[in-house]
């Protein structure tokens, strides 16, 4: 499995990016798809998780309800949507797959992981 994650860039606070990763897999639904971000002197954290049909999903308390994950399995792609960014959401971010179905936030539990975007949000 193959993941690259596209669409990060530069953004003032209160502004929206799209970030999206592309696997290259024949069997992409068969995958729970995560988004996951690094700050610089930071341990790598939990963004949030979408399950194999994209009807299940799952959050840090710091993004609900500002940041939304979805997914296209026809496009064997997966999307993190981010509004009202802050500050404190500036970091590199990855996307990473896991076959089992279960929505983890805890970083080894995934087995695939992409080369990451670099969000930076200014205050």
């Known amino acids: 499995v193959q993941l690259q994650a596209s669409g990060g860039g530069w953004v003032q606070a209160g502004g929206s990016l799209r970030l999206s990763c592309a696997a290259s897999?024949?069997?992409?639904?068969?995958?729970?798809m995560a988004w996951f971000r690094q700050a610089p002197g930071k341990e790598r954290e939990f963004v949030a998780a979408?399950?194999?049909?994209?009807?299940?999903?799952r959050y840090a308390d710091s993004v609900k309800g500002r940041l939304s994950i979805s997914r296209d399995n026809a496009k064997n792609t997966v999307y993190l949507q981010m509004n009202s960014l802050k500050p404190e959401d500036a970091a590199v971010y990855y996307c990473?797959?896991?076959?089992?179905?279960?929505?983890?936030?805890?970083?080894?539990?995934?087995?695939?992981w992409g080369q990451g975007t670099q969000v930076t949000v200014s205050s």
């Open positions: 897999v024949r069997t992409f639904r068969g995958y729970v």
């Open positions: 979408i399950g194999w049909s994209g009807g299940t999903t």
């Open positions: 990473a797959a896991r076959s089992r179905n279960i929505l983890s936030d805890y970083a080894p539990g995934y087995d695939y």
